[in-house]
């Protein structure tokens, strides 16, 4: 302070207006500034400015309600200090605003406002004048006894602190060193005292009215601690500067103020965080962790954006489930009954999941795979998973890893980033508030990689029995048991999963359902599921098998059961409409009863009239009930069908063939489509086609070639050598779509034997191989799904290769039995079955052709 005997503030000073505290001369604040006036001011003056007038601002005490700060004005305190910006510290995040450290030089008297926005600028006079004390001898007289004692308690309070702490020496020697006069503002500020008793404090212009209000809050604060000093037998020596510097208030008996109890609160609110650490049940090294920031907390200014990340680690520490744990009820069984109540078919993943729950049950050690299901979207992957967990009363919860490429996902940010938080694994484990949840790794096979670090690499740990009871996410930096939970990923392919998280799991494949499997599910679970989302009953509305066949063979083609699920979802809202509209009409008086279920249904049944519904809706009369769903219905409500059986229109011409193919989302029918016209000998390939593809392409002509005199095959020209003047065109339709693997090496072998043959292939058959050059048919994957696939479609016959045999024993019997399987060991049985009639070698008729 003594710089300010030199120090002429200028005459007019923009003025900061500060809700968090008050300034008093000598002392140093930080203070958040986010107001827009306030923001302008730091933008428009200290950032801007360049010369050290420009650093000089008047900070006022903003004594109005903070919230009514935004447009006008508010009646401005009439004295303030003038104060120099040291430090200026701007910050995005959780909302722009600037972190401002000023220091108090002395205090002034506003005299005019002279503009108000964008900041206020006002004149101002200058009312410390340092030189002025010193000088006056008589005051200084009239003064000495009340300086003298205020001096004496001033040194006593700061003997009472621990000299140890190098602020408090400091403070020591510049209670000798510093006139006299600045002591009142300086000790005011560091003392206890609230934001009322600092503004009375600033008031007092006069220095004698300022020595006579300090020394009451001087001894306040040395009772205080004597106080405390009593109570708290000094514990730990770090402690004690926190204690001096904040005393409880409470103990002093004398009342607080509003802002100080809010001061309190936010202190008590730190002792209580303390508390709860101390109380909780986390590993000695968090606790060690928690406790040396808890200590840093305290002494750490609200303001400091710091302050808020701190906190917020604390409290997430406080909340993790350390210790917290649901107890495991497994019963054999009941878990049998429970999934076969949930989920109809799939046996052999309710099977190993059974085993997997039974060998649980008589080893509770967790150290056993994790379970990975594969299989097409919407087969119930998800919905066992939470099967699962209900067996054995477990929380549950979904972590959907699709798309993420950032291992910080997985393992969280370090603290030290703006915005930095816990990955998904640790926020679960606070989500369910257990730490032996289920948690569903969805979509393993979707991980993605960037720059920032492979999530794959992260979940290794995470998955590693051996590993995760120490798993260490970034943001706590201490570790975490995790060996208490089970983890079941899912993935629609296993193509994409990395080999080494591949490695730990346990790969159950889950197929796509036939259409009866389909329906039953429908029947089973998802219509009453539908209908009591919808608030409707069986006497309201009935869906007929044969309606749930027509959905899913023509509205819908998938492996699950999704979309038919969403298909359900639709027929009922536009039910729900009708049976509201019907209750609306049945209040009034003249409205005709409703029929009961059975004849009414008899009577839509027989009125077969295709528009039943929308001509009820146009003539406003409720429907009978039950609302009957059939095609017309159907149509009515899903619009024309979405798939038509389409199969036989387009073998009819040479050239056509139908392969069966495996995709992420079940099997698929897969038309190969050829031409031929006159050329030179090339192939042009269209369809999006990976490699393999291609190759087999090339395989089933050079098989052809050197095979057309056998077949009588020959090009437009009658000559054996099919390329001769010949370029062929292969396409696989459903050109957007990527397609690869060796399978469709049989397909493309028969497309083009009908093609250079000039005969249809049989219209009801489908096939899927691969070749070699010798004509070999050699075993392919995804035979339980590709047969489906053809089922689906309407397909009578399936060619497969004789070594995949094995995997029919998966198929549904049904399905076998709609079916007539061939088993193909060299491409001549494949021809034979292809064609009608077969395609056997003929004895060709021999024909001189004369040399001559
Ligand atoms: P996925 O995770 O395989 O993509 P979901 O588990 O989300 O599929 O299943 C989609 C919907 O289908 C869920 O409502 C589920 O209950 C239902 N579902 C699927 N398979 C069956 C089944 N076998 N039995 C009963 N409901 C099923």
């Not at 200084?140 to 602190?161: C, D, H, I, P, W």
């Not at 904040?246 to 001061?263: G, L, V």
């Not at 009863?593 to 809706?617: L, Q, Y």
Request: charged content about 25%; hydrophobic content about 40%.
């Amino acid at each position: 302070m003594a710089a300010g005997s030199a120090i002429q503030i200028p005459s007019r000073l923009p003025l900061l207006l500060t809700h968090e505290g008050v300034l008093l001369p000598g002392s140093t604040m930080r203070t958040s500034v986010d107001s827009p006036r306030n923001m302008q001011l730091v933008r428009s003056r200290l950032l801007k400015g360049t010369s050290l007038r420009s650093t000089i601002i008047g900070v006022i005490p903003n004594t109005s309600d903070p919230t009514s700060d935004c447009d006008d004005l508010p009646s401005l305190h009439r004295i303030g200090t003038a104060a120099l910006a040291v430090q200026v510290v701007g910050s995005n995040w959780p909302k722009p605003h600037y972190t401002l450290l000023v220091t108090g030089l002395c205090r002034f008297q506003i005299l005019q406002l002279l503009k108000e926005k964008p900041y206020p600028v006002a004149e101002v006079e200058q009312l410390d004048r340092l030189e002025q004390f010193t000088n006056q001898h008589k005051s200084e007289e009239e003064l000495g006894e009340l300086s003298e004692q205020f001096y004496k308690y001033a040194v006593q309070l700061v003997e009472m602190l621990d000299m140890s702490v190098p602020a408090v020496a400091k403070l020591r020697r510049l209670l000798d060193n510093l006139p006299r006069e600045a002591l009142p503002d300086i000790l005011t500020s560091i003392i206890r005292t609230s934001n009322q008793e600092k503004l009375q404090i600033l008031d007092a212009v006069r220095l004698e009215e300022r020595f006579k209000m300090t020394i009451p809050l001087l001894v306040r604060q040395i009772e205080g601690l004597k106080l405390l000093q009593k109570t708290r037998k000094p514990k730990q020596d770090d402690d004690k500067r926190v204690v001096a510097i904040r005393p409880n208030r409470r103990i002093n008996h004398i009342p607080s103020t509003t802002e100080d109890e809010e001061e309190e609160e936010d202190h008590d609110d730190v002792v209580m965080l303390e508390k709860k650490i101390r109380t909780s049940s986390m590993s000695e090294q968090a606790l060690k962790v928690c406790l040396k920031e808890i200590k840093r907390l305290k002494k750490m200014p609200q303001s400091m954006p710091e302050y808020a990340l701190t906190r917020n680690y604390l409290e997430l520490m406080v909340e993790l489930p350390w210790n917290k744990s649901t107890k495991d009820r497994l019963e054999i069984r009941a878990a049998r009954i429970l999934l076969d109540n949930d989920h109809y078919a799939m046996e052999k993943l309710k099977k190993r999941v059974l085993e997997y729950l039974a060998v649980r049950q008589l080893k509770n050690n967790l150290k056993g795979p994790i379970l990975c299901f594969v299989g097409p979207p919407g087969v119930g992957k998800t919905s066992v998973g939470r099967s699962i967990a209900k067996t054995l009363g477990r929380e549950f919860h979904r972590i959907a890893l699709g798309g993420v490429c950032d291992q910080s996902d997985i393992r969280g940010h370090r603290r030290t980033y703006v915005g930095s938080m816990p990955g998904r694994i640790i926020n679960g484990l606070k989500t369910v508030g257990v730490n032996n949840p289920v948690f569903l790794l969805d979509e393993v096979d979707k991980l993605g990689k960037s720059l920032q670090g492979d999530p794959a690499a992260a979940l290794l740990e995470v998955l590693d029995p051996e590993q995760n009871h120490s798993f260490t996410d970034h943001y706590l930096n201490v570790a975490f048991d995790l060996s208490q939970v089970l983890f079941i990923a899912t993935a629609n392919t296993t193509a994409t999963i990395p080999p080494a998280l591949l490695d730990r799991m346990e790969i159950i494949q889950v197929p796509g359902y036939t259409q009866e499997e389909k329906i039953e599910i429908a029947h089973r679970h998802l219509i009453p599921k539908q209908l009591e989302q919808h608030g409707l009953t069986p006497q309201q509305i009935q869906i007929p098998q044969v309606t749930t066949l027509d959905i899913i063979t023509r509205y819908t083609r998938e492996a699950g059961v999704r979309s038919l699920d969403r298909k359900l979802g639709a027929i009922c809202r536009a039910v729900a409409v009708k049976v509201a509209e019907g209750q609306h009409k049945e209040t009034k008086p003249d409205r005709a009863e409703v029929g009961d279920g059975e004849d009414c249904r008899e009577h839509v049944t027989e009125d077969t009239k295709p528009e039943s519904i929308s001509e009820t809706a146009d003539l406003a009369l409720p429907p009978e009930m039950p609302i009957l769903i059939d095609f017309h219905a159907l149509k009515d409500i899903l619009g024309p069908p979405m798939y038509e059986m389409e199969v036989s229109e387009r073998l009819s011409q040479p050239g056509v063939a139908i392969g069966l193919a495996w995709t992420p989302l079940g099997g698929e029918i897969m038309f190969v489509e050829a031409s031929r016209m006159e050329g030179e000998g090339q192939l042009t390939l269209t369809g999006q086609l990976g490699d393999v593809m291609k190759e087999s392409a090339h395989l089933a002509i050079s098989w052809l070639r050197s095979n057309a005199k056998r077949y009588q095959l020959t090009n437009a020209s009658g000559s054996f050598d099919l390329l001769d003047n010949t370029d062929i065109h292969l396409h696989f339709p459903a050109g957007a779509v990527t397609k690869d693997g060796p399978s469709a090496g049989v397909t493309i072998v028969t497309c083009l034997a009908s093609l250079f043959s000039g005969r249809l292939v049989c219209s009801d058959v489908a096939m899927t191989g691969e070749i070699t050059l010798r004509g070999l048919v050699l075993p392919v994957g995804g035979i339980k799904d590709k047969v489906l696939a053809a089922h689906r479609a309407g397909l009578k016959r399936v060619i497969i290769p004789q070594r995949n045999e094995k995997d029919l024993e998966e198929i549904a019997v049904n399905v076998r039995q709609d079916l007539r399987f061939v088993l193909a060991s060299c491409l001549d049985e494949v021809l034979n079955a292809a064609f009608d009639g077969g395609f056997a070698v003929k004895p060709r008729v021999e024909r001189l052709n004369s040399k001559l």
